[in-house]
Every structure is written in C-alpha cells, then in structure tokens.
DNA sequence: CCTTGACTTAGAGTTAACTCTAAGTCTTAG
DNA sequence: CTAAGACTTAGAGTTAACTCTAAGTCAAGG
C-alpha cells in the first residue's frame, strides 16, 4: 500500500497528475484507508505504469481513454458488471490500436538501425583516428 | 520535385507546419524553383518522414532537434562544414536516444503483447459463442 | 486579366496536458 | 499542540506544438 506521494515516485507521475488523472477519468479510483486517504496496491502502481508506457510511446490522454476503457485491457472484464462494450466492439477497438502500435514499433526499430548504424560509424571512426587525427574541436 | 502541397500530401505534415519547422530550424531550407517556390526533393521528402516518425514516437520537437543537429543524423556531414560537433560528444547524443528509444520500444512491446493476448482471448470467446451466447449488448 | 497557389512577416488563437494556487479541512506523529 | 502530509473545489497559468489570420506580393495558366 502507498499513499499518493509514495505512487508518485514510484511510478514518476506526480501526486497532481495523479489526482488530475483520477479526476478525468482515466485512473480508477484507488480505495481510501478510513475513507480519506488514497491507498495505491501493487496492481495500481502497475496500472498506473502501463499508462504511463502508453504515454511514453506517444499515445494522448483521449486515446489512451479509449484504449483503456472501451478495450477493458487490464481492467476487470470479468466480475459481472454490465458495463462493457460489446465484444465485437472491443474487438474492433482493440485491432485499431494493435495496427497502429505496430505501424509505430516498425518507425521506432527503423530509426534505432539507423541510429545503431551512425553510432558504430561514428565509434568506429573514433578508433581509427587513435593515431593521426584528433577529436575535440 | 514537389511543391509545399504536394510534400505535404505525401508526408502527412501541412504546408503550415512545414514552413515552421522550417522557420524553427528542424528543416534545412529546401531550393527554391527561381528563388521564389520551395522545391522538395524525394531526399526532403524522405527527411520529413524521419522527422514524422519520431514524432510519432512521442519525440518532442526539441529532442528531435538536437537528435537532428547535434547527432547529424541523416544529414550531410561530410562535405567539409565545420559545423559539426565533436565526435565523442556527437557518439554521447546518439548512445543516449539509442538508450531512450530502446527503453521505449521494450514499453511498446510489452503493450504490443499485452494487446494481443487480450485480442485472441476476445476472437476466441467470439468463436466459442456461435452457438450459445450471443453478442451484441 | 484574373484566379490560383505560391510566398512574406507578425502576431493571435487553439488544444492538450499538465501544473500550480488559493483557501480551506482533517488526522496522526512528535 | 503544531507541523506535515493527506484531502477538497475551483479556477488560473504554463508549455509545446501547432494553426490560423491578416494583409499584402508575385508569377504562371486558362
């Protein structure tokens, strides 16, 4: 259990953010000890990780929602609530987001081979010049 | 040889913010047809994809600037300039965005994964619920 | 010749996502 | 008992990254 600063830290969202995330409903309301103060599982913190993984990665706040919420991805499907969307839906949601995501790891692996490249270039020209030319400008 | 509209059909980056990023210094100033039209090349184009992408990585322009600039990334550095930072810190820039964005790309591969998982779990009970359940809530 | 699409500068407006302030309450540990 | 850290609502301020408007110029095509 953690309180709200405690979460912070752990999660490198800040205490503010947090409230204002619970707020905009895009974090599920943790429990309360006494019914006052916010108290963060486990499950919360990694919860709240995977948001801001998905933030990392470029994802806004209203896709995010969406994702969350519409897809049900980590949140209780299966406890008999009435709330969730149609599976078809879900279906549908969820393949959009796959499609995109997968469209943006072939961007980021593009750009990290040709990141790699340069920087081997780079290093490898770093070693040659060990006798003859020199680095700093 | 495209015009601004046409590189911005084909990037997916309007002409607006084309020319920003030109006025801030993102993109190099394209030739211009007779000193007056912007001519993008099919290289231009290819950059302004690059760029593209790591936006849509969820890097901030200022990043990408420096990413640009300083690491001379897909950008000329052999034609004798003298602009070009020192080699060690060029190779300090890059190993630190190669460290970022491979951090980013394990995120996006686990919500890949996740994704994915939850989508056969659907499509499965999908199938399962031909003949029983129906669907649509 | 006039419309279209390119260009310019300068600056205003917008949206997302925080981020903070005010002004107050409550509770527990020292 | 008081300071620290939790809480509340309501709203103001900030930053990034556009996005658009104004108000004008210029050149080529139908």
Do not use: W
């Not at 309360?32 to 103060?37: K, P, Q, T, V």
């Not at 990694?46 to 994702?67: A, Q, V």
């Not at 980590?74 to 949601?93: C, D, Q």
């Amino acid at each position: 259990m953690y309180t709200i600063s405690k979460a912070a830290e752990i999660t490198g969202v800040s205490a503010h953010t947090l409230r204002y995330y619970e707020k905009i409903g895009l974090l599920p309301a943790p429990d309360r000890n006494a019914g006052r103060i916010r108290e963060y599982t486990d499950k919360d913190i990694h919860f709240i990780t995977f948001l801001h993984s998905l933030k990392n990665t470029g994802m806004s706040l209203e896709d995010i929602s969406e994702f969350v919420k519409d897809g049900c991805i980590l949140t209780k499907i299966n406890e008999g609530e009435n709330v969730t969307p149609s599976l078809s839906r879900r279906i549908e949601i969820l393949s959009k987001h796959l499609t995109k995501m997968e469209q943006q790891r072939r961007e980021l692996d593009q750009i990290i081979s040709l990141t790699q490249e340069k920087l081997s270039f780079y290093q490898a020209t770093l070693h040659e010049s060990k006798d003859g030319d020199h680095d700093e400008a």
